[in-house]
């Protein structure tokens, strides 16, 4: 079996044990990760804490940006083999893998040109005697932790601004198919990146991510998970006090009126509930039909639905593939049994797939009489839809909100006046009109309330990695007068 290794201090080192790695497409053992343990995750921030007071801090924003470009360079030419290996570890298709790996060249690219254009500001103080001006600087050791949908993009959109910034990251992948970010630090050490300034690690809960988040050199905590771990990391923020941004889950609304194109809308849903096997952060895996387009919706939806190709994610025709662990199959298993239970109708899928792997097919549930069904309510991270119907405007934007979710959004009307005000009303932190699943460098993204806080993607997110500093200069000559009265 193929073994990988930590990155630490600019150096490949073995874990302080293995653990092995299933192959999700046949559900068997294909390579060893290494296993960091407290020691090697102290050494991991040691080394980044030192990076950022030694060799890291001694260069200029412009010869920062300078090796993100190297770096998204070398991102681009080795994007066959990071996906190669994110399919084969992860379960994800090849055809997506390929492409989004390419794209995240582009994040590294934006954030290289933003490393020198971090700016603070002269205030116009009221205070004649006195030059008042901020400065941006970097908040110190960044703690990375990313799930293992999109590893390579989710933490792109970490490390670009952080490095950017001038921080230095320990980023910690998931257990759950690591092996895209572990050969990732390939291309970090290629770039020429200071030794300590990134540190990639992996490892278990207790061991390994309990430690890197109550680091007390850790300043800054960006996780990308579910919101149960998002508790478990806050919490522990409180050992070292560090800020967080979080971006969690979603159960996201993708409204659909009768005045919509349903061919086009139809496509966009499949993209947004089938596509990565559902497994993604801003999934729309709730639609929301409007009552007088509903049957003739769903029968193109269900046809689209099981035509999708369901083969071995290495290949390129391929259209879904297997989930990416057994215990997410059961989860959704158990979720769908729950939902029927309290009233929905299964439309199509719901049943996992015989055979090796961890494979489930497109499912749709018809919700419209079974409000309290769990598959309205709780995220599934897999092919799963629920639909509800509405009658109207007002209707479809209060089921929207109907969630303590607020990531992503999608409505498909050809009415402008309506989008803008579905655009006012829906409480998510992305809207999508009549389009859905589109990302940018450019453009921020995140979500409220369960779905976390802070933004992933334009300068919003460099700035979460910097702290102010004002700075007060005195201009008189004269001597200070009354040292007992504030200035």
Known sequence: MDEFHLYIDGAFVPGEATFPSLDPATGTPWALMPEARAPQVNAAVQAAYGAFHGPWAQMTATQRGKLLLKLADLVQAAAPRLAALETRDTGKIIRETSAQIAYVADYYRYYAGLADKIEGAHLPIDKPDMEVWTRREPIGVVAAIVPWNSQLFLSAVKLGPALAAGCTVVLKASEDGPAPLLDFAKLIHEAGFPPGVVNIITGFGPDCGHILTTHPKVAHIAFTGGPGTARAVVRNSAENLASTSLELGGKSPFIVF???????????????????????????SRLLIQSSVKDAFLAKLKAKAEAIRIASPQEMTTEVGPLCTQRQRDHITQLIAASLAKGATLVTGGKPLPGPGFYFPPTILDCSAAPEAPAIRDEFFGPVLSVTSFDTEEQALALANDTEYGLASGVFTA?????HRMIRGLRAGVVWVNTYRAVSPIAPFGGHGLSGHGREGGLAAALDYTTTKTVWLRTSDDPIPDPFVMR
């Open 415 to 419: 009415s402008l006046t309506r989008a």
């Open 258 to 284: 009768a005045d919509a194109d349903l061919d086009s809308a139809v496509n966009a849903q499949v993209s947004g509930i089938f596509a990565a096997t559902g497994q993604s952060c801003v999934a729309g």
